[in-house]
């Protein structure tokens, strides 16, 4: 995988600088919903002397707690989870433990997915097609200070673009609004989002005026496919 910026360059000239940066192994958290996927990540994250996994998870509000509980140094997050997405559990874990590194795990990097993957502060992403080789230099770049998006993301064009504006990016959102947003494009109620969320019914219709003022999105549609092209849901 090409990465958007690598500090330093070269495969010993990364482990050199994380040598000197941490003396003890990364403290890792994998999120995955899929057992199978998980467990291999896991696996072969163990393998390497330099890295710890201290947490496994299958969803967001127990990637949350874990992370709460175990501080890890950084996190490989899947894209699409049941409930909250990876999108939302990146966002709320960057808010309350911004030292924290995140890496999203994806099927597909679109400039779309790649400009929400860093409007909610992730470091970078990864195809779960890409070997594990790739996966273990992009952790260790981005524990050395690098980021790690494909070339074509800045493609995605400002993150305050309107939606549905060509190739141009999805505006910014907060947590709560693209946890609306994604209960709208699974079709759930005003009531059940406001039960998942536990919020007030209002609360949640208010997060719906405040979508779509924010994101020119006039219809459930509009506000679905919005969700679609943040990978909140698949298509």
């Given at each position: 995988?090409?990465?958007?910026?690598?500090?330093?360059?070269?495969?010993?000239?990364?482990?050199?600088?994380?040598?000197?940066?941490?003396?003890?192994?990364?403290?890792?958290?994998?999120?995955?919903?899929?057992?199978?996927?998980?467990?291999?990540?896991?696996?072969?994250?163990?393998?390497?002397?330099?890295?710890?996994?201290?947490?496994?998870?299958?969803?967001?509000?127990?990637?949350?707690?874990?992370?709460?509980?175990?501080?890890?140094?950084?996190?490989?997050?899947?894209?699409?989870?049941?409930?909250?997405?990876?999108?939302?559990?990146?966002?709320?874990?960057?808010?309350?433990?911004?030292?924290?590194?995140?890496?999203?795990?994806?099927?597909?990097?679109?400039?779309?997915?790649?400009?929400?993957?860093?409007?909610?502060?992730?470091?970078?992403?990864?195809?779960?097609?890409?070997?594990s080789d790739t996966l273990l230099k992009a952790v260790r770049v981005v524990m050395t200070g690098g980021i790690c998006f494909p070339p074509d993301a800045s493609s995605a064009g400002p993150s305050g673009s309107a939606a549905g504006a060509g190739d141009f990016g999805p505006p910014p959102?907060?947590?709560?609004?693209?946890?609306?947003?994604?209960?709208?494009?699974?079709?759930?109620?005003?009531?059940?989002?406001?039960?998942?969320?536990?919020?007030?019914?209002?609360?949640?219709?208010?997060?719906?005026?405040?979508?779509?003022?924010?994101?020119?999105?006039?219809?459930?549609?509009?506000?679905?496919?919005?969700?679609?092209?943040?990978?909140?849901?698949?298509?």
């Amino acid at each position: 995988m090409t990465t958007e910026k690598i500090i330093p360059s070269g495969a010993s000239a990364i482990a050199s600088r994380l040598a000197d940066r941490f003396p003890r192994p990364i403290r890792l958290v994998v999120v995955d919903d899929h057992p199978f996927l998980r467990e291999g990540v896991v696996a072969r994250l163990q393998q390497e002397p330099d890295f710890e996994v201290i947490g496994a998870c299958a969803n967001s509000p127990d990637a949350r707690a874990c992370v709460d509980r175990t501080a890890p140094d950084l996190v490989l997050m899947d894209l699409h989870l049941p409930g909250e997405s990876g999108l939302v559990a990146t966002r709320l874990i960057r808010q309350t433990h911004p030292s924290i590194k995140i890496l999203i795990l994806t099927g597909d990097i679109g400039p779309s997915v790649a400009r929400a993957a860093r409007d909610a502060g992730a470091h970078g992403l990864i195809r779960k097609a890409d070997t594990s080789d790739t996966l273990l230099k992009a952790v260790r770049v981005v524990m050395t200070g690098g980021i790690c998006f494909p070339p074509d993301a800045s493609s995605a064009g400002p993150s305050g673009s309107a939606a549905g504006a060509g190739d141009f990016g999805p505006p910014p959102l907060n947590a709560r609004e693209l946890a609306v947003l994604q209960g709208i494009a699974e079709g759930l109620s005003y009531k059940e989002i406001a039960a998942r969320l536990h919020l007030s019914a209002k609360s949640v219709e208010y997060y719906r005026t405040s979508l779509v003022k924010t994101t020119a999105c006039a219809t459930r549609a509009d506000l679905v496919r919005l969700a679609i092209r943040l990978g909140l849901v698949s298509a």
